[in-house]
Nanobody, 115 residues
Framework: QVQLVESGGGSVQAGGSLKLSCKHS????????RGWYRQAPEKERELVAL???????NYAGSVKGRFAVSQDNAKNTLYLQMNSLKTEDTAVYYC?????????WGQGTQVTVSS
């Protein structure tokens, strides 16, 4: 059993920053790809950032240079540091773990950026 719980969402003005966390509890897999996704109203869920077990990262073009994904394996926690936020970053943000044939999702946390 695996549970992912996001936190850190909220409301911020454009140009501001937020840091999201995704706490993993339950079974620990040795090798996982972890990531952050987001879904804005009436839009498809989209990839924001990925981080592999060796720390290799990949970002969507729209967030590259503004967002940073990281993980603390000792705390079983995934992070997303979001800087220079824009109104178009408003969405529900989800964390995801892909471990072999298993995929786990968090419940999501709302991020609202106002102008």
């Amino acid at each position: 059993q695996v549970q992912l719980v996001e936190s850190g969402g909220g409301s911020v003005q454009a140009g501001g920053s937020l840091k999201l966390s995704c706490k993993h509890s339950g079974i620990i897999f040795s090798t996982c790809m972890r990531g952050w996704y987001r879904q804005a109203p009436e839009k498809e869920r989209e990839l924001v950032a990925l981080i592999s077990s060796d720390g290799t990262t990949n970002y969507a073009g729209s967030v590259k240079g503004r967002f940073a994904v990281s993980q603390d394996n000792a705390k079983n926690t995934l992070y997303l540091q979001m800087n220079s936020l824009k109104t178009e970053d408003t969405a529900v943000y989800y964390c995801r773990e892909m471990c072999g044939s298993y995929t786990f999702w968090g419940q999501g946390t709302q991020v609202t950026v106002s102008s």
